[in-house]
């Protein structure tokens, strides 16, 4: 069987799981033929992981070559998991001028007018984008669509749903480039679009209207000031107060986060491990969302970076009865070796009540693996031309990706504006179906 050809774009933490599968349980189906990434450190990183393997190593390109990369190595598909944020949408755009289908990284982009540019590229050459959401893939959340699938609680009337990053993980965010809207969209995009995009997938609805509120309490220098370290540094690395603040972060320390940041860090300038206290962040720390959805259904969300523990509730209300679902995350910084979001099994639960009766405990269903055990499973949808069909519809594509970040941008939209703020007004009448 012909192995399809990939490039990959990228080669920072997030791009680890593509490379392991390519060059592990899906080398059958996948063959890598060429990466591209501004650092050429983090490149030869890469090579080397490929090569303890016992995979071939692969050219490498910087981003002004990337066309010249895609005569060269003939990809089939572009695997886009750039940072910031803000530069998957130039690249998902060139991929597909180019010729190939792309496979992106959450979120599809970070703003309105780089979604209607992807949408209008992929309308005119015709080429595939998906989406690799895995939070559809843990078991559990499959488990609550097919509940909702199979007329468990009826028509959906509302949502509420709570998120919550404790203050190892969530702290992560305010320390890298994530800390700028320009970067990421702020959390409302970086990382509630996997929220958002849970909600239209569970309802099966695209959103409608957005309201926001959102502040900046905990990661300031008011914060810095009460735990006693006003005297801090730009960075962890040569802060006089990082033996004793909580949020310090040591790189030279663990051997993932030193080979995959800071000794790559002379080659771009990169700073893994900037204060959480800076006056310089304007992303917002505590958020609450809410959605009308085209159906009729309501959303209510909150986000909260500063939690003691990390997790997320959810709950259903609907026609015929409610369904009530709460989980607890392992926590972990990114790119410090410990395996992403993986559920604490003994801390998973779904409440099934319907109409006119008791509650019903439901026995959960959980998996190993990043992401609530999610990865495993979006590999193989992604790499596996064998994939079974899936009636619960967990591959997604460009109007999935869409219709996930513009809650986000509607959402700090509103907190700009003070008002509701409509999807179609985002979208602009790009072709989004």
């Not at 009308?292 to 523990?309: D, K």
Request: charged share 25%; net charge negative; aromatic share 10%.
């Amino acid at each position: 069987m012909a192995r399809t050809r990939y490039a990959h774009v990228g080669t920072g933490m997030r791009s680890n799981m593509y490379r392991g599968a390519m060059s592990d349980n899906h080398k059958h189906h996948a063959e890598l033929v060429a990466i591209c990434d501004k650092n050429p450190a983090r490149m030869e990183l890469y090579n080397k992981h490929l090569a303890e393997s016992g995979m071939p190593t692969v050219p490498t390109y910087a981003p002004e070559q990337f066309e010249q990369m895609v005569v060269e190595t003939r990809p089939e598909r572009v695997i886009v998991t750039s940072g910031p944020d803000a530069t998957h949408s130039e690249y998902i755009c060139r991929a597909m001028e180019a010729g190939c289908d792309v496979i992106t990284e959450k979120p599809m982009t970070v703003d309105a007018g780089s979604c209607r540019r992807i949408l209008e590229t992929r309308a005119r050459t015709g080429r595939q984008v998906q989406v690799t959401f895995n939070y559809r893939y843990a078991p559990p959340r499959s488990q609550i669509k097919e509940m909702i699938l199979d007329g468990a609680i009826g028509d959906i009337l509302s949502v509420n749903f709570t998120w919550l990053l404790d203050t190892r993980h969530g702290a992560d965010y305010f320390r890298r480039w994530h800390r700028r809207r320009e970067n990421s969209g702020s959390l409302l995009v970086h990382k509630a679009t996997h929220h958002f995009d849970l909600v239209n997938w569970w309802v099966d609805d695209w959103p409608e209207e957005v309201f926001c509120h959102g502040s900046l309490k905990y990661y300031t220098p008011a914060t810095a000031e009460r735990l006693g370290l006003s005297d801090h540094a730009d960075r962890c690395l040569d802060c006089p107060v990082m033996d004793r603040c909580p949020f310090a972060m040591n790189l030279a320390e663990n051997e993932w986060l030193k080979k995959m940041y800071l000794d790559p860090e002379p080659q771009d300038g990169y700073q893994r491990d900037k204060c959480v206290f800076a006056d310089e962040i304007d992303i917002w720390d505590t958020m609450s969302v809410t959605a009308r959805y085209q159906r009729g259904a309501l959303l209510t969300y909150q986000l909260h970076a500063y939690s003691p523990w990390e997790g997320y509730h959810v709950a259903f209300n609907g026609t015929r009865g409610r369904i009530e679902h709460h989980a607890c995350e392992n926590t972990y910084i990114s790119g410090d070796g410990t395996v992403p979001g993986e559920l604490e099994k003994h801390n998973v639960s779904i409440t099934y009540t319907p109409e006119f009766a008791k509650p019903q405990s439901i026995e959960p269903r959980t998996g190993s693996g990043g992401h609530g055990g999610g990865d495993p499973l979006l590999q193989a949808d992604i790499f596996d031309p064998d994939a079974p069909s899936d009636r619960l519809r967990r591959k997604a594509f460009h109007t999935d990706g869409a219709y996930s970040i513009l809650v986000g941008v509607a959402a700090y939209t509103s907190i700009d504006t003070g008002q509701p703020v409509t999807i179609a007004d985002l979208l602009g009448g790009a072709p989004i179906e």
